[in-house]
């Protein structure tokens, strides 16, 4: 598996997906990246998308407007972005 170099900076959204997973928690986190900042050099475009193999950040429990989920997690680059974001929508 490759990793980011130190200092590298993803720029991007975090949305909270309200509904329950298959496993039965209360929801899940998913961050899109749309652009990175690698050391020494310019911005460029990505499509980098948090939770590898399709299994998004688990959120362990709600309290009021915040969700307690892993602060680590994997990601992949991605052609689309996750279908339940944007039904429909294909770049």
Avoid: H, Q
Wanted: proline letters at 13%; aromatic letters at 10%; a positive charge.
């Amino acid at each position: 598996m490759r990793k980011a170099p130190p200092g590298t900076r993803f720029f991007g959204k975090v949305y909270v997906v309200p509904e329950k997973t298959p496993s039965g928690k209360p929801g899940e986190i998913i961050a899109v990246y749309d652009r990175v900042k690698l050391p020494n050099r310019e911005e460029l475009p990505v499509c980098f998308v948090s939770g590898g193999d399709g299994t998004f950040a688990p959120i362990e429990e709600f309290k009021g407007d915040t969700a307690l989920a892993p602060s680590v997690t994997t990601g992949m680059v991605v052609d689309r972005w996750p279908e339940r974001l944007y039904p429909g929508y294909v770049p």
